[in-house]
């Protein structure tokens, strides 16, 4: 059995290099379906792996707080915190930590050059040291103000070293809105820039800044031992009695990775619809193609069953051929996929974007890929290579 299909498989690269162009031309459309899929798979996995490792950053112990028209901590909103809202979580005991922050964007100047930032206040009854070390910063240089200080700010990584041609160092000074504030730490680089830009300082100062009398969201830590989801739920049956409303959203880790992993998912969807256009139409042309070669052979094939090739040889001599066929696409299209993703992830890590972006080599992807591609071939051969076995010998000797 293992020597028959050593021999149809010989037959079959024979037929198909007898052929280069035709073939060349039918591999093209499964080479950029495959392409496409394991790009865009790739891509799109380590879209999520770096979203995850970034949240995983904050803790999973983390709890978020927000408007329910929140569009981030740049972004416009309404149904904002007071300090009633965060009596009421200070007095949850399962909390280890409750961090009100007030974020918006300033005019930040430093020797006499001028860029936009965002400034984050936070208001704690804890150091900074500790605050900063649950938010997952750590000071590079300096250190971070505490909560009761005012006038002093510390900035992110790009703030201090890309935003001006100056490097501002620690004990500069800077204009934050006209107003002069002393810089005492700069933070490690965090790889995400929305954080890298930001500048951060006491709420009092924060406030006066933006014109505002309400914290934009508030963070939480719950203690080491104590089940996430079941505080959540208390945070917000607690909220909701205080504040006679629910304008407000308590999101957990695990919250926001679902929500992330669904939206991720009806992205990847459509993405691989789209391009499962392309393997449809690399079906097409190898069904074509294998259609074909079927006319062009069939005297051959009568002349094979004079001689006593079987229905089930003639039958798998096209399968063969048409599995190659997908097989070749699928190989070369994986490479070329993986070689597309692996682009991404480099000009990605060229760039200031929000979160690195690193793509790693999924073999099971790649592996799957490739049986795929060579299964789609032999399924698009499948009826020219069962008309091709039913032909009959007479009529296919006869036929010019």
């Known amino acids: 059995m293992i020597s028959e299909i050593r021999g149809f498989l010989k037959l079959a690269i024979k037929n198909i290099t007898h052929r280069q162009l035709r073939s060349w031309l039918t ?48 972004g416009s909103f309404e149904g904002a915190f007071d300090s009633g809202d965060v009596s009421v979580l200070r007095r949850i005991t399962e909390l280890d930590l409750v961090l009100p922050m007030v974020s918006g964007n300033v005019e930040v100047e430093f020797h006499n050059q001028k860029a936009y930032t965002m400034i984050m206040g936070y208001d704690s009854n804890d150091d900074a040291e500790r605050v900063f070390e649950e938010m997952g910063f750590e000071p590079a240089d300096g250190r971070f103000p505490d909560p009761d200080e005012s006038n002093v700010v510390a900035i992110g990584h790009i703030v201090a070293y890309d935003m001006f041609d100056d490097v501002i160092r620690v004990n500069n000074r800077i204009k934050l809105d006209g107003e002069t504030f002393k810089v005492v730490g700069i933070a490690e680089e965090v790889g995400n820039q929305q954080d890298d830009v930001s500048i951060f300082m006491p709420v009092d100062d924060a406030m006066e800044l933006l014109d505002k009398t309400e914290y934009s969201f508030i963070m939480a830590v719950v203690k080491d031992g104590v089940d996430v989801d079941e505080t959540a739920d208390k945070i917000e049956r607690k909220l909701e009695r205080y504040r006679d409303k629910e304008d407000f959203q308590v999101l957990t880790f695990s919250e926001i990775m679902e929500t992330i992993g669904m939206v991720l998912g009806i992205i990847q969807l459509v993405l691989v619809g789209i391009a499962g256009i392309s393997l449809l139409v690399g079906a097409v042309g190898i069904m074509n193609t294998t259609y074909t070669a079927v006319l062009e052979r069939t005297k051959e094939i009568g002349i094979m069953k004079a001689v006593g090739a079987t229905n089930h040889q003639i039958l798998m001599i096209f399968l063969i051929e048409s599995g190659v066929i997908g097989l070749v696409g699928g190989v070369i299209g994986a490479i070329i996929g993986t070689g597309i993703a692996q682009g991404v992830s480099l000009i990605a890590s060229n760039m200031a974007l929000p979160m690195p972006l690193a793509i790693q080599i999924e073999w099971g992807l790649i592996a799957f890929s490739i049986t795929f591609a060579f299964g789609l071939g032999m399924i698009a051969g499948f009826l020219p290579a069962w008309s091709a076995a039913n032909l009959k010998p007479a009529d296919s000797l006869r036929y010019e």
Do not use: C, R, Y
Not at 36 to 58: D, K, R, Y
């Open 27 to 74: 591999i093209i459309g499964v080479i950029i379906g495959i392409a496409a899929i394991v790009s865009l798979i790739s891509i799109s996995n380590g879209m999520e792996h770096a979203i995850t490792e970034q949240f995983e950053s904050f803790g999973t112990d983390m709890i978020t707080i927000t408007p329910k028209s929140f569009q981030g901590p740049s």
